[in-house]
């Protein structure tokens, strides 16, 4: 097998590593940042930090842009205006690992847009595969003690996540359509403009109705870490991975946020690896072997 043929995967896990630290980052500064101004911001960094690398491209495609702009106007506000500031409001009220669940369910909700818009049935590994993996993740947040599934609630927070993991997955079916004649920073930088412009009524009546807050320490280092890592470098990932492989293929690999999640505390928090931890991981590594080691001609199944 080629090595150009391991790229995709191996833009799926820098995705899936950065992902994990905006799940932490957005509960860890929750109540010193309004949700809808920390997605603002961290999209204004990525916009000021884009640009000079792609204004020329901008002006050269600009007619691509402008023929194909109801999908980018949609791609635009779904993945970069709608879902991040959906979570952000979520782990206002809920913690990372019930977050980390939910959001497990995406792949399943990939499988079932794909099935609804693109007319893809999910093969039988790649079911085996959700199955797996989910298991894995359920293994790790309940630090297999299934009693802490029992007394599992839904709360507003949760409600608000999975509302941004269906905006997610929605997106990343929908990246199908994304123009390819577009140059890949040319879709990134007009998709991050088209969010920022659509959260700048948000972020104003945030400003107005919202409680006060500071710029601590904290707060610009969460605007800069989330602009930078999980807006501009994990979503070059995830589209061009997406693009390669489909997106029933690179679903599966956002199980690992949890695992990322749980091995950055055991990096920066002290925490240790227990024998749950290990357990999970081998059940989602199965499960992503399941689904993406497997001959299959069509690209996008």
């Known amino acids: 097998m080629p090595a150009s043929r391991f790229i995709p995967y191996l833009l799926l896990l820098i995705a899936m590593l950065c992902w994990a630290g905006n799940y932490v980052v957005g509960r860890a500064v929750q109540g010193q940042i ?35 702009i109801k999908i980018l106007l949609l791609l635009g506000i779904l993945g970069v205006a709608g879902f991040n500031s959906i979570l952000y409001m979520g782990l206002q009220t809920t913690t990372v690992t019930n977050a980390a669940l939910l959001a497990s369910a995406s792949p399943m909700i990939i499988l079932l847009f794909s099935f609804l818009l693109l ?24 630090q297999a003690d299934w009693s802490v599934l029992t007394h599992f609630a839904l709360t507003r927070g949760d409600l608000w996540v999975l509302l941004a993991v269906v905006v997610w997955s929605l997106y990343s079916v929908l990246l199908r359509w994304r123009p390819t004649e577009l140059h890949s920073l040319t879709f990134l930088s007009i998709t991050i403009m088209i969010g920022f412009i659509a959260l700048i009524p948000f972020a104003l009546g945030s400003l107005i109705y919202s409680p006060a807050w500071t710029w601590s320490p904290a707060v610009m280092g969460s605007v800069l870490y989330t602009g930078i890592f999980p807006l501009l470098i994990a979503y ?3 589209n061009q991975a997406i693009q390669d492989i489909g997106a029933n293929r690179a679903g599966q690999f956002l199980h690992l946020i949890p695992v990322f999640a749980t091995s950055l505390s055991i990096l920066f928090l002290n925490e240790t690896m227990q024998h749950y931890h290990l357990v999970g991981i081998a059940f989602i590594a199965m499960g992503i072997l399941s689904a993406t080691v497997v001959k299959n001609k069509s690209l996008y199944q």
């Open 34 to 68: 309004p949700p809808i101004m920390l997605s603002f911001l961290r999209t204004f960094v990525a916009v000021v930090l884009i640009t000079p690398f792609t204004v020329m491209l901008l002006k050269q495609q600009w007619q691509l842009i402008v023929t194909h």
């Open 236 to 238: 070059i990932c995830w």
């Open 119 to 142: 007319k893809i049935k999910p093969n039988r590994y790649q079911i085996i595969g959700v199955i797996l993996s989910f298991f894995g993740v359920v293994i790790i947040v309940s």
